[in-house]
């Protein structure tokens, strides 16, 4: 039985993206990966990680900033940091790079699994921070259970019987009936005071989720991030995960 790699905001940082797959792939074979938006943005390998993302079997939807990137969004939801690295992605990537994250759909299911970049609701903008937000986004989706990025923090949502609740997501969860709501973290742009990569792999012979933290070159990318005349600030906060 199969294993899916999940990810999500790999933000062009191909080192961490780099790491995530050698992980994954020293535990057994990956079928495919499911890629919950944010290739590009923020960092300085846009091409290099999409050609990556595609040299595996791949379900994507498009994020934010893969739409920025494509001027399919208008910039006005960006602060100025990610404006500017919008811009500077976008001058960066080749006609073919814009067909791909054009072609990109907001929205994708997978079997049990729904995928958005944001929410089921409003899969461009909404983050999914609270339980409350989560719930209401129940109606929005037909499978057990969606996956979602943009955050960048790993979460999970149990709708259980009355109590519904938003927590950390454990190192081992085994899906069941309850339906759930899953952010796997984010690979190139970690938000959560840790600055190791996090994803998640699937494995559909335990119907479980798994949840890693790896760590890769930061130094690595910081530099690129500088050499490229990025905003230094995006070099500085993968030091310390934010
Ligand atoms: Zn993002």
């Known amino acids: 039985m199969a294993r899916y790699l999940i990810v999500a905001d790999?933000?062009?940082?191909?080192?961490?993206?780099?790491?995530?797959l050698e992980t994954a792939k020293a535990e057994g074979n990956i079928a495919g990966i499911w890629c919950l938006g944010d290739i590009v943005g923020y960092g300085p390998d846009p091409e290099k990680c999409i050609d990556l993302l595609r040299q595996y079997p791949h379900v994507s939807v498009a994020g934010n900033h893969?739409?920025?990137?494509?001027?399919r969004t208008d910039l006005s939801d960006f602060n100025e940091t990610a404006a500017t690295a919008a811009l500077w992605t976008a001058r960066r990537l080749s006609k073919e790079y814009?067909?791909?994250?054009?072609?990109?759909?907001l929205e994708a299911v997978v079997g049990d699994f729904t995928l958005v970049h944001g929410s089921p609701r409003d899969p461009v903008r909404e983050y999914i921070i609270s339980a409350p937000e989560a719930m209401a986004n129940l109606k929005y989706f037909d499978t057990p259970y969606c996956l979602v990025g943009h955050l960048h923090v790993p979460l999970l949502f149990r709708a259980g019987d009355g109590e519904a609740c938003l927590g950390a997501l454990?190192?081992?969860?085994v899906l069941g009936k309850e339906r759930l709501v899953i952010n796997p973290g984010g690979v190139g742009q970690p938000r959560d005071r840790d600055p190791r990569a996090s994803f998640a792999i699937f494995d559909a012979a335990s119907r479980s989720l798994r949840h890693y933290r790896v760590s890769y070159d930061v130094e690595a990318t910081q530099a690129k991030?500088?050499?490229a005349g990025l905003p230094p600030s995006l070099a500085e906060r993968l030091g310390y995960g934010w």
């Not at 790999?10 to 995530?20: P, T, W």
Request: positive net charge; without cysteine.
């Open 10 to 20: 790999i933000h062009s940082n191909l080192e961490a993206f780099a790491a995530v």
């Open 98 to 105: 814009q067909r791909f994250l054009g072609s990109l759909p």
């Open 66 to 71: 893969d739409l920025a990137a494509i001027n």
């Open 225 to 227: 991030i500088k050499r």
């Open 170 to 173: 454990p190192p081992n969860l």
